[in-house]
Each structure stands twice: as structure tokens, then as C-alpha cells.
């Protein structure tokens, strides 16, 4: 037996899982609960106290851990037009695992600045203009970062030409030169820049963030908890050279603040004489919808799918809706204790599920021109996607997880949303996805092993 | 001399495609950054990569016919994104049918195209427009 520690250094909980990758198994899993005020390092003894009640004394010959503590890695971008390099800022930052608290684009105001200095960032990534374009706007926002100061390193990944002077505008800061998000127009590079945001991570965030004792303890990879996520999506999509993947996949994590959406899938148009507009889509996608969460964010599924709607899930009238609906949102630990809190609970997953699953998928639009139909698809096409992860709290402590989840389907009524039509549900029922993709950097078969045994099918499901 | 970028597409819901590849490659050719938004560009489009880009001048395609409708409201657009004084021209079929080519000149010149031309302009009389308005010595 080689038992190989993974650890999540949550803002709430540090979970902890224990596998074998001599005989790739799951050992066991354990949590506890940490605050703002604790140690991790006490959270990480007591988790693993808790582990070894069930597991027995375990010698770990490796420690791993991912961490989203402190709010996570916190991120400010700003680019130039909000449809171009000011998305694709913001891509390349979710990709890498960030929060990214806003994301500007034009000129940063007085307004801006204020609110740079208030939110003071872990990282801000400064982009704009493609090589050879648009100087002004970059130049502006890096004087506008220098005239507010601050200790935070800043990534410059935008017009080439602007880049040194940037940088000169910026004496006296961490400043990171990489290469442009969008260098051609209508391209997307954001590797470098993630490859940066990583780097930065790890050098100066997870020290700052008081985790230095605990990776003493730790063999290595300190990565943001969605980055680890996203590895794991993306070796059980594509497998390794040992063993097939599952291919195409979509997952979606339904947390209390947030919600997460990844897929691994190309997202091509079906039929070749669809034409395709808006920014290319990265092959593995994550978005985040801030406004959807099941208890700080609960209102936001509210507006996005009504009360009306709500209520006709859980089956309920609703006022009681609102009522059940109001005492979650003023008592964000609290879990459904009976049938019509359980209901109400399971249908805003399902809301938030169709919400961010909808804003995540494209779209395909029929253009009724002179001289008839044309097919218009922005963003992915994941209609043909047939495995549907799920993962996080709300989702994966009920029994109707299927049916949850198939709110993120293919739905007529939005016909032209491209969201997948029939898809095998797999559940994150041990919560170990994240903890795998940090397995997976060293034994990515192992990793896959387990992933392909512990996620749990919960039906095939069509809507 | 630093190369002029082009924005060049063919606007609204318009899918003839040939053209818009004939004059990528004549204005490649003849040395400019040519940023290709290909068919069925909108206005936006057009002005959003005009921005990026830092383009000099927005060279507009029209076959279908319906070029004026959906060029109308451009250069104000292009005004309120900051893209003040940008060179603007349109071409193809512009219009519907034959109509007199001044009548068709002068209600573009109104939108604020800067040049629009005939159709079965060749490639060469576009680009030596351009020459002229953008100041460029062979
Ligand atoms: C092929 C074709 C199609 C194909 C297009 C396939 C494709 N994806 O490209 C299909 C069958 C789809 C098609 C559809 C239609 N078409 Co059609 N089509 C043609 C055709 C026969 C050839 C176009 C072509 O490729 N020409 C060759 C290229 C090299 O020339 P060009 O496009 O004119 O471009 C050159 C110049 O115009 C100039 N130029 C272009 N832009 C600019 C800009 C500037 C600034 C300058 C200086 C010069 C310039 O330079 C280009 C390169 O040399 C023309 C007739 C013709 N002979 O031109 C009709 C024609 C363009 N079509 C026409 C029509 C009406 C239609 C339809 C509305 C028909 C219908 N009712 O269904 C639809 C519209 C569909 C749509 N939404 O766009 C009319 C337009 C009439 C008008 N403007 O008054 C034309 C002129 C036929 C006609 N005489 O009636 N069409």
C-alpha cells in the first residue's frame, strides 16, 4: 500500500482524502470545519484525526492540497471592448481558477479606482488591445493602478506594444509581462497568462494567505481548488495513455455563494454550414454565476427563475416558498429538516442548475435573412455531451440528484440554448473531484481509477 | 512605415462570400493589416474590432441589396465608441437595381461614408483611395 494524502484548504472546511495508489482506492474521506480565526493547521489535524477513526493509522507517503481559503484567489481584470479582450480577461482568470470579483472594460474611471482600492486583489490582470492595436486604453488603466498603489502583482497580458511602457508606468510594482490574450483579432491565447496567474499563486498567494506552515508539511502543488476541479474534468474526459476517458463532459457544482459550471468539449456546430460568432470558446470551459447559490446567493436564483416557477417544483404554495426561501437565506448553515424545506431546497438546485448550466452552454440562433435561414451558433454547442457530473452540497446529499440535474438539459421551451439532450448523470457523492485533480499531476491513472469507481450514475436522463 | 489596419466584412444578414475574400487578399497584398470579420457582420462588430484593433478604416461590403438600411446609424455609432474621424467606405451592390450611381454616392456621403463605389469596382481603384486618404506614399 502507498497511501497518498489530498487536502482542500476550504474557507469553511478542510477536507482531507486518503487513497492508495499501489491499488488505486479510496481509503476515506473526512472534514472539519474551520473559521477565518483557527489555524488550518488545527483544521487539518482535527480532519485528519477524523480520518484515521475510520481508516486507521495511515503513513502518507505523499501530501497534496488545494486550497480555496481566504476567499479563494481573488481577481480584478480589465480589458478593453466587454465582448473581446475584456472577456476574454475574464476567461483566462476563471481557466485559471480565480474569483474574479468584476471585470472592467474601457477606461478605468475614478469610480473604477475606488473600487480597485476597496476590493484590493490578489492578482489584476491587465489586458487590452490586440499586438499592434490599441495602445491608449492599457496605458490609461496601468496609470490609473499606479496612481492607487497597492501590493498586489499585476499580469500584463495585452497589447505587445504597450507592454513596456505598462511596465515603466508600473515602476516600483510586481508587474508580470506574458503575451497578449487576444495578439490577432478574433483569437483567444490564454495559456500564458494562466500559466502566470499560476505561478503568482503559488509564489507569493499561498504564502500570504498564511499557508506557509502548512506547506511545509506538504509535498507540493498548492493550486486553487477550481484549477484541481478542472484537472480532474479534464483526464476523465480524455483518460490517459493506460486507459480510455469518458469523453465529452459537463459538470456543475451548485455551492452556497456560486455556481460552477466546467465542460471539456469542443462545442462545434453540428451541422459545418453553421456559421460561427463571438470569441472562440476554450476547449475546457469554467464559468461562474456569482448571482446563483443555494443560501448567500439565493435570492439571485429567485430573480433568475421566479418564485412562480420555484413553487411549482417543490410542489408548494408560494408564499411558503418564500417563507422556507427567506429563513435559508437568513440562516445560511442551515439544511433542509423536513419534507417542504427538503422540496424547496431541490427545486432552487434545480433552478440554479438550469441557470448556470444555460448561461454556460451557446446558443443557435436562426437568422431570417433575403434569401432565407441562417444558422448563427455563439458560444458552445454541447447538445451531444452524454456524461453530466455533479458535484457540491445541495446536490449530492439528496436522493434526486438525477432529477436535479436534468434541468441542465436540452429544454424545448429555450430551443435554441444548446445544452445537453440526453446525458448520463454522475455523482460526486464522496466530494472527491477536486482532491483527484490534484492526484491526478502525479498519477493521473490512479486518480482516473478512482474517479471511474466513486462517481456514482444516478440514471440516464432526458427532459 | 508601420502597416494601416483594415476592418473589411460584408454587413447585416448578407452571406455572399466571394467578394470579402477577394478583397482580403488585394489589401493583404498590397500591404495592409487586414482584420477579415468575414459575412453577416453587424455594426457592432465592426466598430468593437475597429477599437481592438486600432483600425484606420472600416471598409464595408454590400451585395444583397439592402446595404442602405443596414449601414444607416454606423458613423454615429462608430462617434459614440470613440471612433471619431475613422475612414469609412462601402461597396458591392449597395443599392437595389440601377439606380444613378451619384444619387446612391451622395445619400451615402450623408450617412458619413467618406468614398462609396459602383458596383464592379475593382479591388485596385479601393485600394488607391485608400493610399490617398490614409497618406500612404508607394
Ligand atoms: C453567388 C451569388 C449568390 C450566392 C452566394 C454564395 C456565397 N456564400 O457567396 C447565394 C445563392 C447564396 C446568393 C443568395 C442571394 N443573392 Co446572390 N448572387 C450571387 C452572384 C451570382 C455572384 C456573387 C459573387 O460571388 N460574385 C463574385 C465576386 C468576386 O464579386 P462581388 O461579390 O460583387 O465582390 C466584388 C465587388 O462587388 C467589389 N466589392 C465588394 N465589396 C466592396 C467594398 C468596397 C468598398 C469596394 C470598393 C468594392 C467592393 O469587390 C469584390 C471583389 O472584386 C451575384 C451576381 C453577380 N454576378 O455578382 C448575385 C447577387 C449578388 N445576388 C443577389 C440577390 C438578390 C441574392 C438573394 C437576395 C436572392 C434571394 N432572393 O434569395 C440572396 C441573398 C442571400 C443573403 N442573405 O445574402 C443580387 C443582388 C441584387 C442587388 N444588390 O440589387 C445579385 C447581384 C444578382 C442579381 N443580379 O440580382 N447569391
Redesign the pocket.
Known sequence: MKPVLLIDFGSTYTKVTAVDVDAPRLLGTANSYTTVQTDINDGLADALDKLEQTTGRLVFCEKYAASSAAGGLRMLASGLVPELTAEAAKTASLGAGAKVLKTYAFKLTEDDADEIKRLNPDIFLLVGGTDGGNTDCITHNARVLAEIGGSYPVILAGNRNAARECERILEGREVHITENVMPKFGTLNIEPTQKEIREVFLNRIVQAKGMTKASELISGIMMPTPSAVMAAMKLLAEGTKRQNGIGDLVAVDVGGATTDIYSVAEGLPDDPRTSLKGLPEPYIKRTVEGDIGMRYSIHGIVDAAGIEKIAEIAGLPEERTSEIIEMFAANTDMLPNDDETQRVDEALASMAVRTAVTRHAGRLEEVF????L?LVQTGKNLLNVDKFIVTGGSLIHTEHTGRIASYGFYDEEDETSLKPKHAEVLVDRKYIIAAMGLLSEHYPDAALTIMKEELVKDGTCSK | MEKKTLV?G?I????????????YH?FSDAGFNVVNLG??VSQEEFINAAIETNADAI?????????ELDCRGLREKCDEAGLEGILL?????????KQPFDEVEKRFKAMGFD???P?????E??IA?LKEDLHIED
Open positions: 435573412g433575403i434569401g432565407g441562417k | 473589411i460584408v447585416g444578414a448578407d452571406v455572399h462570400a466571394v467578394g470579402n475574400q477577394i478583397l488585394a459575412v453577416m471598409i464595408v461590403s454590400s451585395l444583397y441589396g439592402q446595404g467606405y462601402v461597396g458591392g451592390n449597395i443599392v437595389i437595381g468614398r462609396s463605389f458596383p464592379g469596382t475593382a479591388p481603384v479601393d483611395a
